[in-house]
């Protein structure tokens, strides 16, 4: 639930004045995504998504970002189109923030995921990684492999109260994934967030995907660990295999995987399911009470990661 | 910032089969109103919002609210009209909870009120009291003079740990607000909640008002005392008197206030003063930490319950 910044109608309507998009509509706070305030925006031309990033997001990163959706949109990716102001301008500022329109995309995020969703997602994710092939600029994934012992370092002391000998288990775990982490796996941009709420779904149609601002430059295969942690485990944390055969059909129709990308499924989905964990853990050790975010729990992704562990191979995940 | 219950995809397809609205196309929780879950609802036929009463609403009252609603709504106040499903009933249930579909009202909320708010206000106010005359039933006003001595006593004892002295100042003021409070006015169906929240505006025109589950019938000029207290003081607590003038023009121009009526203003507007300042103070001492929602401060309506008792009469509101 997110609405950080309030913004008064005389203040959006001379921004407005700078695009080519009409006159305002109506303007409501969208309460989703908890990194930015997002606003639905309808003027006399269209729907909008009005966004104001807030202090998580690097200003310096936006360009990349906006450059990656509008790069990807253009190549028939269903994600948000930048729209630019008269100035040619993608990126703005509001409210003292840094902000952006985007285009509206119809549909619902699934709050289930049913074995329907799952061919078209790994069908959108492959097809993402082909549109990206050819946006030049890169971006470092802060919370890929190497980011994840100095976001452990900064909540160890407080893991075991959290889950007794969560610490111990953790250190060792990272040890394992980092020394057997794959090199020379085929890299390109990943979304690196694809959860359930940032994928529309219409009429059994994947009709979106948004929220792209934890996109970087990394092992496009581990983004395919992030799906198969996110939407492949039931509520009570059983691996379904039917889900992700589905997924990685679908994805391999489009762009099939490799050998030794194959291979690298479970170490892949430990980090991924680590990298989850450890951000969780963070920021439920950290979110003061009374923060208007909803913390979510790294033990959900303890239960992941430990399947992961226990798998001996890639089939285990269906291939 | 509001939304407090998860509707799933297909217990919203289910629920929306039951109307003739056409089939979903958008839907975004909506990250206003704090008493209720809304949902911006786009289908094929047209926008809407989904409303889910949680606990605080009384089940029992809302089909008093919806028939009050669409009683104005067809009698032209721009306010939502309740959708009736095919069985023909406006209030229904999803996800456990009372829920009902109205229309979707353009605009945006003034988060700066401007001197050109407040007679449209005005006009809007009286429309509405003229046009709730001939909906015949009633429903008392739990939060109207004679709730607001137990609503004190359940938050006396921590009053002084917001404000030091507090509790001997409410005491004496209610004390002397229920004493000359006066019998006899016009009563009718009140809004009793019109903030700048509620009041939409497009092209400098109102647009829509909104959230009517604190309506009540109770005392027509007491609204009017709730709107000057609502619109007509500046963040430093000034009164602003030209406001306030063009909110009572508009008004009477539409519904002319009796003598007895615009005698009464100051003591209405301290009662209207106490009676925000009241729930206020018990929901800053009993939100519990962590809670998702805004504590709004108690002390904003000290400072206008202090104005309002020390004008001498009408003729400080500009009549």
């Given amino acids: ?10 203040a959006l309507a001379a921004f407005l004045a700078d695009y080519d998009i009409g006159g305002m509509v109506a303007f409501r706070g969208i309460a989703e995504g908890v990194e930015n305030s997002n606003f639905s925006l309808r003027t006399s031309t269209g729907d909008y998504i009005l966004t104001l990033y807030e202090k998580r997001v690097n200003p310096a990163e936006l360009p990349w970002f906006l450059g990656l959706m509008e790069h990807l949109a253009t190549r028939g990716i269903t994600c948000p189109l930048p729209v630019r102001a008269r100035d040619g301008a993608a990126l703005r500022e509001l409210c003292g923030r840094p902000a952006a329109v985007t285009t509206f995309l119809p549909g619902v995020w699934p709050r289930r995921v049913r074995q329907e969703h799952c061919g078209p997602l790994g069908a959108a994710l492959a097809a993402l990684h082909l549109a990206g092939r050819d946006y030049p600029p890169t971006r470092p994934n802060a919370l890929g492999p190497g980011g994840w012992r100095p976001l452990f370092e900064r909540a160890r002391g407080q893991a ?25 796996l085929p890299v390109g941009h990943i979304h690196a967030d694809l959860f359930q709420d940032n994928v529309f779904f219409l009429d059994r149609r994947l009709s979106g995907l948004i929220d792209f601002y934890f996109a970087a430059t990394d092992t496009l295969a581990y983004d395919v660990a992030i799906c198969l942690n996110a939407w492949c485990f039931e509520p009570d944390f059983a691996f379904n295999v039917t889900k992700a055969r589905a997924m990685l059909a679908a994805y391999q129709a489009t762009r099939p995987l490799s050998a030794d990308e194959r291979a690298a499924l479970p170490v892949l989905c430990q980090g991924a399911a680590i990298r989850f964990l450890l951000t969780r853990l963070y920021d439920w ?35």
């Avoid at 111990?168 to 990272?174: G, Q, R, T």
């Avoid at 923060?291 to 269906?318: C, I, N, Q, S, W």
């Fill in 285 to 319: 050790v950290n979110t003061p009470p009374g923060a208007m975010v909803t913390r979510k729990d790294p033990v959900e992704y303890l239960r992941r990661l430990r399947f992961h562990l226990a798998a001996p191979d890639e089939h285990a995940y269906g291939i």
């Fill in 160 to 184: 075991d109260g959290v889950v007794p000998g969560l610490a111990a288990e953790l250190d060792a775990a990272l040890d394992q994934i980092l020394a057997g982490w794959p090199g020379g």
């Fill in 1 to 10: 639930m997110a609405v950080y910044t309030e913004v008064g109608d005389e």
